[in-house]
């Protein structure tokens, strides 16, 4: 298998993307307080992503915004369940769902009638996230929609509302010779998130040791899904991968299992002056371990990606604020 764009998950650049010297950052320790601080910065980036004209920066924003738990936000999303976007459309709809907005029920009511089937699903998870167990059935039946799109996208729905009575349907999925690959990479997430054993042997670590480094990023997303001791343990061994942006990926994942030993990786990297402008995957994994790991001497290179050129490193940057602060 190959790993190819699902759902709303968005990788802007590839890897191996050139890294061009940049000045040397202006670096200090930040205590926890002085990381509240910047707390006012993060914000501003945030509500500035959720306004941009362009929906690859609108739709991060959102799922940043609802991660970390930034509610004052909430209006603003409940206006983007109208954005002319599908992907801004379904992540406002998803994010609704999983900040448990109640009195939101009448918007997502409204929007299972929406002309996108992939929006239609959405809304049916933000209902299912508010008590409307029924819905879970119009999510069951978008599996059999025909589209690779909207089954990948149920899929991840499956995953994320974690109903253990899904397994078999999922597995039924994996056994699909048909089924394209982002339909299977998303079914071994989602069984992963449903905390199944089975799945780690059998179809995560065959991710780790893929040749391609892409399907090994995949994979330790899977293992940091199923979060079992033994899965942290199969992450740890990827920090010795010989490719750079599979190394950073298991230290951010390490810090969401409050796993630090891959702090050394990401202090060394940014002390090789990377080029915090660009967008590359690599940038992309540093800064977010950065709110993963969580340690005052990684927080002060903060300042610098938050004032980077690119918004998508901005937005991770303030997501790593938030994630400390909320």
């Known amino acids: 298998m190959r790993l190819t764009g699902i759902g709303i998950a968005v990788v802007f650049l590839a890897f191996g993307c050139e890294q061009k010297s940049a000045p040397v950052l202006q670096v200090s320790p930040l205590k926890s307080s002085s ?118 996208n149920a899929v991840l729905l499956l995953g994320k509302i974690a109903n253990r009575n899904d397994k078999a349907r999922l597995y039924a999925i994996l056994q699909d010779e048909n ?13 992963a998130r449903l905390g199944d054993a089975k799945v780690y042997k059998d179809k995560i670590w065959p991710l780790l040791i893929s040749k391609y480094h892409d399907d090994r990023v995949w994979g330790i997303r899977c293992m940091g899904a199923l979060g079992t001791p033994e899965a942290q343990t199969a992450v740890q061994t990827m920090l010795q991968d010989d490719v750079l942006e599979v190394r950073l990926a298991a230290a951010e994942q390490l810090g969401a299992f409050k796993d630090r030993s891959g702090i050394d990786l990401i202090e060394k990297y940014f002390n090789q002056r990377p080029n915090l402008d660009e967008t590359s995957l690599a940038n992309q994994m540093a800064v977010s371990a950065i709110g993963k790991i969580r340690d005052p001497k990684l927080n002060g290179y903060l300042p610098a990606a938050l004032a980077s050129k690119s918004p998508i490193i901005r937005l991770i940057a303030a997501k790593s604020v938030l994630l400390q602060t909320k």
């Not at 999983?98 to 009195?103: G, L, R």
């Open 35 to 152: 990381i509240e601080s910047l707390v006012p910065q993060a914000q501003a980036i945030l509500k500035a992503g959720l306004e941009d004209s362009n929906s690859y920066i609108r739709t991060p924003a959102v799922e940043i915004a609802v991660e970390t738990s930034q509610r004052q936000f909430l209006p603003r999303i409940l206006q983007l369940t109208e954005d002319p976007v599908v992907t801004v459309r379904f992540a406002a709809l998803v994010g609704l769902g999983d900040m448990k907005c109640s009195a939101c029920k009448s918007t997502m009511e409204q929007k299972k009638k929406d002309p996108n089937p992939n929006v239609q699903i959405a809304a049916a998870y933000g209902l299912v996230k508010i008590g409307g167990a029924q819905y879970h059935n119009d999510i069951l039946r978008a599996l059999n929609s025909g589209d690779p799109t909207v089954t990948a």
């Open 179 to 191: 089924a394209p690959d982002k339909v299977l990479f998303q079914a071994v997430e989602s069984l």
